[in-house]
């Protein structure tokens, strides 16, 4: 099976340690490399533009890929959309000029789009009913409403700070997107396609979870339940010749602080709190 994986920007880095995390080691993945084997010897990883990779899936070059829902919905190829991995958000904005005449969608009728997304400003002014041109450009989009290239302008986001810089203002949102795992039609029910969704759920299912162990006399084991149900309760142990048990649990790294409070308030000790690496639930 062969994954495609944004080739360098800031989707690169994020993708390929989701697969570290996920159990898929890439080797003699040097720099400008346009793939990698992985531990798994029936897994390559093919190294593209994110532009392009859902190309890649729908040419069959990769049986699954890792890009923005942007490109995909850009590309307009039918891909099957398997896991949202939770980075890489942004949005797809259409803005205009601070102060300027254009205050919303319609104010565009007539007018011209700058984007670098054109199948995807095409399609929302046809949805909004609006009449207005597509100016296609590969970069700096920015600068065209200020150079009358375009009135306005259809552009990722993620802060809003490149907007004020550039003295732009939102007008509407266009495209909400993350970045996520896509596969051909063909290949959705692949076993190893199936094992690596499991994987990548995995990885994100472990994200903000810590795993506490602590020891507890068994008479507060009641109380300690109370602190830290668990996911389907806390994993008891006996602990050989003493009337005390031993407790495991997951709980959201954002409770760990108090949880941890209330357990030393009602006698636990050895409290061991660890990172977990990947949760299959």
Known sequence: MRIAVPNKGRLHD???DLLERAGLHLESAADRKLY????????????????????YI??????????GRDQV????????????????????????????????????????????FPEITRQ?????????????????????????????IVDITSTGTTLRMNRLAVIDEVLSSSVRLY???????????????????????ATDKRYVMLNVPRDRLDDVREVIPGLDGPTV?????????????????QDVFEVVNDLKEIGASGILVTEIERLVE
Request: proline share 5%; aromatic share 4%.
């Open 14 to 16: 994020p993708s390929v």
């Open 36 to 55: 990698a084997d992985t531990v798994d010897p029936e897994v390559t990883v093919l190294f593209a533009r994110a532009a392009d990779i859902p190309e």
């Open 58 to 67: 729908w040419d069959g070059a990769a049986a699954v890929g890792i890009t």
């Open 73 to 116: 919905v850009e590309s307009g190829r039918d891909l099957v959309e398997l896991v949202d991995l939770e980075f890489g958000r942004c949005r797809l904005v259409l803005a205009a000029p601070e102060g300027g005449e254009i205050t919303e969608p319609a104010d565009l009728a007539g007018g011209s789009v700058g984007t670098e």
């Open 124 to 152: 929302y002014l046809e949805d909004e009913g609006i009449d207005a041109d597509v100016v296609e450009v590969t970069g700096a989009t920015e600068l065209t409403p200020h150079v009358e290239m375009a009135d306005a």
């Open 183 to 205: 596969a051909h039609p063909d290949h959705v029910d692949d076993p190893k396609v199936q094992q690596l969704v499991t994987a990548f759920e995995s990885v994100l299912d």
């Open 237 to 253: 142990m006996d602990v050989a010749g003493d009337d005390t048990v031993a407790v495991h649990v997951v709980v959201d790294e």
